[in-house]
């Protein structure tokens, strides 16, 4: 399996931008990069996913290094609700419909008001 | 984003009985469901794949005679945790897919075995 890593953990300010970094040197042409969050005693949150072109959806940015070696989840104003494990999970299979996901221990990220 | 449910949300039995959690995919049908497991401060472990109308494949480790897995149709996924004791206490929560797209994950079962 292509493994990820990501800081245990990150802090930010209420209403700045965050910066969640991801290592995947391991990456193969057909992996998918998908970003989940958690947030206490819930079930992971679908954020967003790329897999070469930056992306943008209402709720986050994905800027994937042109090598596709890292990504960058960007929060462009960290909101108290955003306190979250944010998981970087490269998509597991032939690239294709059979897939599964496979979490590493993800990034706590703490918000301060 | 696409919705699914679980139920219960927390459960707690005795030991030695059985409990079931459901699994739904409320807006689409999803051709593939996954079980999870998490235990407190630790990330989610697969335990099992399944696609309607098959047996569900399950990970190394994770015991198919006592995690029971029914994927009966495309909305609705079931674990069946049988004898459970209190080692099988944790937070159950399921995802489902269509296809290639994006999985989206259920609210969680915690159980508590007693």
């Known amino acids: 399996d292509a493994k990820t890593t990501q800081p245990n953990s990150m802090e930010s300010n209420e209403e700045e931008p965050v910066h969640l970094p991801c290592n995947h040197s391991?990456?193969?042409?057909?992996?998918?990069i998908h970003w989940y969050r958690q947030l206490p005693s819930q079930g992971p949150e679908y954020v967003i996913h790329?897999?070469?072109s930056n992306v943008n959806n209402r709720m986050a940015s994905l800027a994937i290094a042109e090598d596709r070696k890292s990504s960058t989840l960007i929060l462009h104003r960290a909101t108290l609700r955003d306190a979250a494990v944010y998981y970087c999970i490269l998509r597991d299979g032939d690239g294709g419909s059979n897939y599964k996901l496979t979490f590493g221990k993800g990034t706590l990220l703490t918000v301060n008001p | 984003g696409a919705v699914v449910s679980q139920h219960p949300s927390w459960v707690i039995c005795k030991s030695g009985t059985s409990v079931k959690i459901e699994c739904r995919s409320l807006d689409f049908q999803a051709t593939t469901m996954f079980w999870y497991r998490q235990f407190p401060k630790q990330s989610l472990m697969l335990m099992a794949t399944?696609?309607?109308?098959?047996?569900?494949?399950?990970e190394q480790g994770v015991e198919k005679d006592k995690f029971l897995i029914n994927h009966a149709s495309l909305t609705l996924s079931t674990l069946t945790v049988t004898s459970a004791h209190p080692e099988d206490s944790s937070f159950y929560i399921c995802?489902?897919?269509?296809?290639?797209?994006?999985?989206?994950f259920g609210q969680g079962t915690r159980l508590t075995v007693v």
């Open positions: 995802s489902a897919r269509v296809g290639g797209t994006p999985a989206f």
């Open positions: 399944s696609n309607e109308g098959s047996k569900a494949t399950y």
């Open positions: 790329g897999l070469t």
């Open positions: 391991t990456i193969s042409g057909t992996d998918y």
